[in-house]
């Protein structure tokens, strides 16, 4: 296990703190979303859709810090910081940010903490799909719903995550990594 120096632990509470804030916006954008597709009978996409905007700081921790775990904490990190915020979704986004931090620590636990590039966001990005939409099948009444809806509501999940979890986080490690090469020179 790598030893977590304080550099390590501040980044990670600046990752929290942060992505806080993104997650607490995101919720105002779910909640007129999903008042918005409600008449049309799809109010479930509107989680589904911005799925994404709430799992970032997990791999972003990841990237950035490049220790076992850092995607966990980072994503628990960000919930607890919504929560704080002011969140009404309250207490659960702690539940829901470990769950999603645990999927994300999946795709670097399957590269043995070795890869930190588009392949581990990748498999991140798989692993917060499938463990989240697991839990939220049974807090949120999937079953309920049609094997094509299911279905759907996980392509559009995916997606979602593929797009905010691995291709803007490939963008802010670009920018991170450009300034950092900027300030040596």
Do not use: H
Not at 14 to 41: D, N, S
Not at 50 to 72: E, R, Y
């Amino acid at each position: 296990m790598k030893k977590w120096s304080t550099k390590d632990i501040i980044i990670l509470a600046l990752i929290g703190f942060l992505f806080g804030g993104i997650f607490l916006a995101a919720g105002w954008v779910y909640a007129i979303l999903e008042t918005a597709l409600t008449p049309l009978g799809y109010a479930p996409f509107a989680n589904s859709i911005l799925f994404g905007l709430w799992v970032m700081a997990a791999p972003v921790a990841a990237v950035l810090i490049k220790k076992p775990g850092s995607a966990t904490l980072g994503e628990v990190l960000g919930a607890l910081a919504e929560m704080l915020y002011g969140s009404f979704f309250g207490a659960a986004v702690l539940v829901s940010g470990l769950v999603q931090g645990l999927g994300s620590e999946f795709g670097f636990f399957i590269t043995k903490y070795k890869r930190y590039d588009s392949k581990s966001l990748f498999l991140s990005a798989i692993g917060i799909t499938v463990f989240s939409f697991v839990y939220e099948y049974f807090k949120l009444g999937y079953e309920a719903y049609s094997t094509g809806m299911i279905i759907a509501l996980f392509a559009v999940r995916f997606i979602s995550v593929v797009v905010f979890g691995v291709i803007c986080v490939k963008l802010i490690l670009n920018i991170v990594n450009k300034v950092q090469n900027s300030g040596s020179k």
